[in-house]
């Protein structure tokens, strides 16, 4: 009786899953701009299913993963682990936003060279696009006049000054 109730219940999960009628997912990302849209349509499709979503810097994102405590996370450059699975949804570049009235406001294409003399905006220490900018900085020989870091994602209006994410 026990094996026929175990084996009930399993295939009343499975049958769940297959369907999506219902359960709860637990999303992160670390940028808005990707996932939010992908949200949207899977919540439209799914209205049953409940989603809990959450943005953290690549850091922690990584580290969450590596601990299984997310089902979905969207989120450049993943490091492998056993049991991922990882799929390519989309390529984008960084960029530089810029009040209408900055100089490089007409530019359609800015270097970190001339982004050197700028005061930027960049996200938080362990964020994936501080890496790489970080990374690249120093390896042109470079450094930025000066830093505003967020703990929140960049969304702001900051007179003359450049901010740069992913």
């Known amino acids: 009786d026990r094996l026929t109730t175990l084996e009930q219940l399993v295939e009343e999960r499975c049958a769940s899953y297959r369907d999506l009628a219902g359960g709860h997912l637990r999303i992160i990302a670390t940028a808005p701009r990707p996932a939010m849209p992908m949200i949207e349509r899977y919540a439209r499709s ?3 299913v409940q989603i809990e979503f959450s943005l953290y810097n690549w850091t ?3 580290a969450m993963v590596r601990e299984r405590e997310v089902d979905i996370a ?5 490091d492998s682990a056993d049991g991922l699975y990882i799929r390519e949804i989309g390529r984008t570049r960084y960029l530089a936003y810029v009040r209408r009235d900055h100089p490089l406001a007409e530019r359609s294409e800015v270097s970190l060279r001339e ?7 960049l996200p938080e220490d362990g964020s994936f ?9 120093s390896e042109l020989g470079l450094s930025f006049l000066r830093i ?4 929140t994602f960049p969304v702001v209006r900051a007179p003359r000054m450049v901010i740069v994410f992913w």
Do not use: C, D
Not at 115 to 121: D, M, R, T
């Open 46 to 48: 799914h209205p049953q």
């Open 60 to 62: 922690i994102s990584m």
């Open 74 to 78: 969207l989120f450049t450059e993943p």
């Open 115 to 121: 982004l050197a003399g700028e005061p930027v905006i």
């Open 129 to 137: 696009t501080q890496r790489v900018v970080n990374r690249h900085m």
């Open 148 to 151: 505003l870091k967020t703990t």
